[in-house]
């Protein structure tokens, strides 16, 4: 079945710390997406990427940090300058040209100890 | 990218049509209308999309006004597994890189 994987479903994090959240999709899409969502918030743009080896920054990308070496693999760092870094992150694909149709991934649930 | 404004909450019965309204009074002419939704802990499900003729899929249809300043998500016969948050957003198609402004959504409850 071609989708979005990403894991861990829930991860925990000791403060000053950093880790690293996975996402792999095998839909053949070029473009890639990491956003956050906080409790009873909308969603907010981290970081983007529409092609290998190149990304941007998105709204809120201070305390982040991606790659793209290839095209299903975007990881996201949640780096210790993240003062805040509890919340559900979301990675999401589209095929290029099309980005407004994104098809999302089950989201790891991160946690602040 | 043009600013939607969505009610914060609805409630419907299940069986009957779920009607979702949504303002964007200052969309441009190259912005399409998205519809996505959220159930809760899950990722975000892309719905559908119009630019400015009426939509139809097998999820949902998409009423767009002739000044297109609003829309109306319509889920014909709503059950259960419809309670979501529903986010209505307004994008230049093809051109916006894919860069969504997620608002806070319409809560939708569906009850029995």
């Known amino acids: 079945d071609g989708g979005i994987t990403q894991s861990p479903k829930y991860l925990f994090r000791k403060e000053g710390q950093n880790v690293t959240l996975s996402c792999e999709q095998n839909l053949n899409h070029d473009a890639m997406y990491w956003y956050r969502q906080d409790p009873g918030q909308g969603l907010r743009l981290i970081y983007y990427s529409q092609i290998v080896n190149d990304f941007q920054k998105g709204d809120i990308a201070e305390g982040y940090s991606v790659s793209r070496e290839k095209k299903e693999s975007f990881p996201l760092t949640v780096t210790s300058a993240q003062k805040n870094p509890t919340a559900f992150y979301l990675c999401?694909?589209?095929?290029?040209?099309?980005?407004?149709?994104?098809?999302f991934g089950p989201g790891t649930r991160l946690l602040v100890l | 990218d043009a600013k939607t404004t969505q009610p914060p909450s609805m409630d419907c019965a299940e069986g009957r049509a779920a009607n979702l309204p949504c303002n964007h009074s200052?969309?441009?002419?190259?912005?399409?209308v998205y519809w996505y939704r959220q159930i809760h802990s899950q990722g975000p499900q892309y719905i559908i999309h119009g630019l400015k003729n009426n939509e139809t899929n097998e999820m949902a249809s998409l009423i767009i006004t002739e000044d297109r300043k609003s829309s109306t998500l319509i889920l014909p016969h709503a059950t259960l597994r419809d309670t979501a948050v529903y986010y209505c957003?307004?994008?230049?198609?093809?051109?916006?890189?894919?860069?969504?402004?997620f608002g806070q959504g319409t809560i939708l409850t569906v009850h029995p």
């Open positions: 957003i307004v994008a230049a198609g093809g051109t916006s890189y894919g860069k969504l402004t």
């Open positions: 999401a694909s589209s095929m290029a040209g099309v980005g407004e149709t994104q098809y």
């Open positions: 200052t969309i441009s002419g190259n912005e399409y």
